[in-house]
Each structure stands twice: as C-alpha cells, then as structure tokens.
C-alpha cells in the first residue's frame, strides 16, 4: 500500500507536446490532409462577350464570358481541382425563367465549350430558377389576377409546379454534357423530381448532388450581387432552413436520400461545422459536400486587404476546418488560391 500515487504528479506525465517539436513530426502526424482534389470551383457565367467582369463584394471573382471558359477550365485543372460547378446569368429573365432550359442558354453553351475542351473536367451544374426569374424566386409565385393556388399566401414560392420546371432544367443541363446536377432550391420532393426526369430522358447515369442542408443565410450576400439574383421581394425564408435547427438537417438529408441524391451537401459550411459532422456521422455512406459560401470568401477576403488577418494561412486553416468536420468535397471561391498555396507545401 505504499505505492499510492499522488492525484497529480509533481511534472505533468502525459506531454502532447513531444508530438509536435519538429516540422517533420507535425507533418507525419497530421490527421487531416487538404488536397486541390477536394475543391470544386464556383463559376458565374454570363452571355455575351468580353472582358471577365469583377465583381464587387467577391474581390478576384469575376463574371465570365463562354469564350473565357476553355482556357479558364484548363488553368483549374492544371491547378489539380478536378470540378467546376456553374452559375448562369442569363440575357433575360422572365416570370419562369425560360432560358434555365433552353438548349442554347448561357449554361448549356458553357458547359459545351468546357467540355468540348478539356473533358476531363468535371462539370456541375447549379438548378434553381433564382438567376432565370425576374422575381429572383427560387421557383415560381402564387401570383396573378385569380391566385394560381388560393388556399396559398400571395406570392407564396410554389412547389410542386416548380418541380416541373426542374426537371427540364437538369435534363437540358445533362443534354449539354453536364456530369452532376445539383439542385439548390430547397424544393420538397426536388431530388426526386429530378430523378424521375433524368431517368425518362435516358440520363440514369447522371448523378444528383443535393444541397440538401440549405440554411436561410446571410452570407450569401455577395452571391446575389455575382449571379444578380436577389429576390425582389420577400426572403428565401418559407424554402431555407432556419440557421437554428440542426434536427431539420438530418430530416432533409434523409428525405433527399429516399428520393435518390447520389451526393449530399451543406450550405453555408463555416457557421455550420456541426452540421457537417453530424450528416457525416448520420450518414456515411454518401459522399459530402459543404460549400463555403460568398459570405465566408468575402469576410477572409476584406481583412487580408486590410492586412487584418494573413490570407493564405487564414484560408487553409478555414478549409481544413471545414474538411475536419466531415466534407469530402468543399465549393470555395479559394480553390485556385487555395491549390497554388497547398503545391507550394
Ligand atoms: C441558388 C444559390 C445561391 C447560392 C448558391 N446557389 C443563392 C441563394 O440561395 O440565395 C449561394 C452561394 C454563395 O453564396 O456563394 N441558386
């Protein structure tokens, strides 16, 4: 019995501290690699031509033009990302949002050029209807002389009639060559919607990547301004999610499941760490994405100009938080940025 320890030794016994003495221990012990393979980048594509368009409140974001995007997709490529996901800004936009679907749209035609270019390129699409309505709407509006719905709200964003519409996006979105659609909407019943039409138009083997887990947020400010689609009026807030329920994600994660998403995402991906690790803990099967929003580049982005915080480390640090938590995949505004940083070591 005299070998009783004492509650605490006198030195402390365990030293985390031994790990992390050298660069090259650090390096070896690393429990979470960021790689260039795991960004997809957010493009804005707009008709016409000319010159890249910078945008604003997105400093080193522009708005492209199709004859832009060949030797755009090269550089991404080259830089190791493997993805890009496309956001149109149509030449006109009218009640339902005609050009979303139309064969010869902004986005039809850039996913041919890139295609046609570097086919190695995995390209996404974005199918929503914000960008393509005048309203700036996620789908279409309870609105007109006698109310298409009257037990609805006026203009109350529909559902069900907007999953029609959907539908031909996607299909004319993998007509054009796309290789995953992923629908942001936030619809009920999208995903399945949108299975049902690719698989009757023969696009069975076009994989769905739902943003599933969309938060009602401000951060995405700044996109609006890229895309020029902030609604007219309103909020997005009878179709987001409320930024306070984490329960709720794991419902519309199931929901889009059932209904068929080969991809899972969540939206914003900062503010919602805990989000992601428990969809990647809910369900590991699938693959995950977050998509660190215009809001999270735009806040990084303004205090490194103001040499408030240092750029590259405050962004890899972000992104591997983000990869810490559970993501497979991260949508950044940094993945050229972020590719060139990381080959650099
Ligand atoms: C909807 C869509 C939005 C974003 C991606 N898809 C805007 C919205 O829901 O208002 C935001 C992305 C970002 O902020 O970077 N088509």
């Excluded at 009783?4 to 429990?31: D, G, H, I, Q």
């Excluded at 529909?158 to 060559?177: E, F, K, P, Y």
């Excluded at 887990?213 to 987001?240: L, N």
């Excluded at 419902?251 to 889009?256: G, H």
């Amino acid at each position: 019995m005299e070998n009783v320890k004492p509650n605490f030794p006198a030195f402390p016994v365990s030293r985390p501290r031994r790990l992390r003495r050298t660069p090259a221990l650090r390096r070896m012990l690393r429990e979470t690699e960021l790689n260039p393979g795991d960004f997809i980048y957010p493009l804005f594509v707009r008709s016409g031509k000319g010159e890249p368009r910078p945008i604003r409140s997105m400093p080193g974001v522009n708005q492209w033009t199709v004859e832009h995007l060949p030797a755009l997709a090269e550089k991404v490529l080259r830089a190791g990302v493997p993805a890009v996901i496309l956001f149109g800004i149509p030449e006109e936009k009218d009640a339902v949002g005609r050009e979303n679907f139309d064969a010869n749209g902004v986005v039809q035609r850039a996913i041919l050029a890139i295609k046609a270019a570097v086919p190695e390129m995995v390209v996404i699409t974005d199918v929503c209807l914000c960008e393509y309505t005048d309203h700036g709407h996620c789908g279409l509006l309870n609105v007109g002389d006698v109310l298409p719905e009257p037990h609805l709200p006026e203009g109350y964003v529909l559902n069900d009639t907007t999953l029609n519409i959907l539908g031909r996006v996607a299909v004319s979105h993998a007509a054009a060559g796309a290789d995953i659609v992923a629908p942001s909407g936030m619809m009920d019943g999208m995903v399945g919607a949108i299975r049902q039409a690719l698989d009757a138009a023969r696009f069975e083997h076009i994989p769905i990547l739902s943003y599933a887990v969309k938060y009602a947020s401000s951060f995405y400010g700044p996109f609006r301004d890229a895309a020029e689609s902030p609604p007219k009026f309103g909020d997005r807030k009878s179709h987001q999610m409320d930024p306070a329920n984490r329960r709720e994600a794991l419902r519309e994660a199931a929901l889009d499941i059932g209904e068929g998403a080969d991809m899972l995402m969540v939206k914003p991906a900062l503010p919602y760490l805990d989000v992601i690790a428990e969809l990647r803990q809910a369900f590991p099967e699938l693959p995950l994405a977050a998509y660190n929003v215009s809001g999270e580049y735009a806040m990084l982005k303004a205090a490194a100009q103001n040499g408030w915080l240092d750029e590259r480390g405050a962004v890899l640090e972000a992104l591997t938080a983000i990869k810490r938590a559970g993501a497979d995949l991260i949508l950044t505004y940094h993945a050229l940025d972020a590719a060139a940083w990381l080959a650099e070591g």
